[in-house]
Nanobody, 127 residues
Framework: QVQLVESGGGLVQPGGSLRLSCVTS??????????IGWFRQAPGKEREGVSC???????YYTDSVKGRFSISRDNPKNTVSLQMNSLKPEDTAVYYC???????????????????WGQGTQVTVSS
């Protein structure tokens, strides 16, 4: 069973930054063969695809985070990160990482139907 583990969430003031990381805890499983996405869900709202990255590094960002968030992957370290800058209160949500063999970053983010999901990490942007 593939397990994804997120870290890096927390409380930050508006305009601040956080860096989320997603690693796999499953022995023998690597993220190399999967597209990886970051999704978020705020109270009372549907889960939203924030940013996704394919195996070859193609990326997608939802409009509200373009220019502020950056997704990257380090395959040797089996890690995918989401650098979040200029955070706003509306970025407050539980952030999840997901893995899926789909080779299209936009499709992965828009459909939010990935095979594997982490448990999530809370991000709160508040003064």
């Amino acid at each position: 069973q593939v397990q994804l583990v997120e870290s890096g969430g927390g409380l930050v003031q508006p305009g601040g930054s956080l860096r989320l990381s997603c690693v796999t805890s499953a022995s023998g499983f690597t993220l190399d063969y999967y597209s990886i996405g970051w999704f978020r869900q705020a109270p009372g709202k549907e889960r939203e695809g924030v940013s996704c990255i394919t195996r070859n590094g193609s990326t997608y960002y939802t409009d509200s985070v373009k220019g502020r968030f950056s997704i990257s992957r380090d395959n040797p370290k089996n890690t995918v990160s989401l650098q979040m800058n200029s955070l706003k209160p509306e970025d407050t949500a539980v952030y999840y990482c997901a893995a899926d063999p789909i080779p299209n970053a936009q499709a992965m983010c828009v459909t939010a139907l990935s095979d594997y999901w982490g448990q999530g990490t809370q991000v709160t942007v508040s003064s």
